[in-house]
C-alpha cells in the first residue's frame, strides 16, 4: 500500500460533467504535486503546492483547478474535460516545500481518467 | 536543451539473471538523479536518489552508479525476479525549484 491514497481509482465522465480527484497524505508532508501521465509516456508535472500555497502551475488550462485545503488534502477539480484529458493523473509527496531539491518523492497509485 | 535518454527502450530477460539499464542525460545545472520503478497502472516507486558527489547508491538487488563528468548513470538488477517486471525510469533535477526531466523509460520484463 502507498501512503499517498487516491481516490477514486478509476473515472469515467463525460465532456460536460464536473468531478473532482481527491489525494490524502499523512505523513507531514508539506509539498503536494499533481502529474499527467499519458500511455507509455512518463509522467507531466501540472500543479505544485508548497506550505498549501500554489506555487507552480504549468501553464494547465483552466479546466483543471486544484486546491489545498489543508496540509494533508489536495484536490483537482474537473470541469468541462476534452477526451485528450484522459488519462492517469498521479498525486506525490515531499517532506518540505520550497523546491524538490534533493526530496523524495511519493507517489500515490493515481485516479484513471477516461472522458467520454 | 535539458534531456534525459534512456537505453534500451526495453528488454527481455530470463528469471535470476542480471541486467543493466543506461540512463545518459544533458541537464544544467545538475541537482541529483533518480531512479524510479512503475509498476503498469501504480505510482512510481523511488529506488535512488544521488547527488553529484555519490558514484554509487544500492537498494536490496538495485545498484545505481552516476558519472558526473560523463553525465551517465546506470540501474543494475542483480538476480531478477518476475516482481522486477516494469518500467524503470530515470529521472534528473535541475537545480532550481521543482523541475524535474524525465526520462522516457526502459520496459522491462522478466520471464520465466
Known amino acids: 500500500d502507498t501512503e499517498v491514497t487516491q481516490t477514486p481509482k478509476h473515472l469515467v465522465m463525460g465532456m460536460t460533467n464536473k468531478k473532482s480527484l481527491k489525494c490524502e497524505q499523512h505523513m507531514g508532508h508539506r509539498a503536494m504535486y499533481w502529474y499527467k501521465q499519458k500511455a507509455k509516456k512518463p509522467p507531466e508535472l501540472m500543479f505544485v503546492y508548497s506550505y498549501e500555497k500554489l506555487s507552480i502551475n504549468e501553464s494547465v488550462p483552466s479546466r483543471f483547478s486544484p486546491e489545498c485545503p489543508n496540509s494533508s488534502l489536495l484536490n483537482l477539480h474537473l470541469h468541462a474535460l476534452q477526451p485528450e484529458d484522459s488519462a492517469l493523473y498521479l498525486c506525490a509527496s515531499s517532506p518540505w516545500g520550497g523546491g524538490v531539491g534533493n526530496q523524495p518523492q511519493h507517489f500515490g497509485d493515481g485516479t484513471r481518467l477516461s472522458i467520454l | 536543451k535539458n534531456q534525459v535518454e534512456q537505453s534500451p527502450q526495453s528488454l527481455i530477460i530470463l528469471e535470476g539473471k542480471n541486467c543493466t539499464l543506461q540512463c545518459n542525460y544533458t541537464v544544467s545545472p545538475f541537482s541529483n538523479l533518480r531512479w524510479y520503478k512503475q509498476d503498469t497502472g501504480r505510482g512510481p516507486v523511488s529506488l535512488t536518489i544521488?547527488?553529484?558527489s555519490e558514484n554509487t547508491k544500492s537498494n536490496g538487488r538495485y545498484t545505481a552508479t552516476l558519472d558526473a563528468d560523463t553525465k551517465q548513470s546506470s540501474l543494475h538488477i542483480t538476480a531478477s525476479q518476475l516482481s522486477d517486471s516494469a518500467s524503470y525510469i530515470c529521472?534528473?533535477?535541475?537545480?532550481?525549484?521543482?523541475?524535474?526531466?524525465w526520462g522516457a523509460g526502459t520496459k522491462l520484463i522478466i520471464k520465466p
Open positions: 544521488m547527488t553529484f
Open positions: 529521472v534528473v533535477s535541475v537545480d532550481s525549484n521543482y523541475q524535474l526531466i
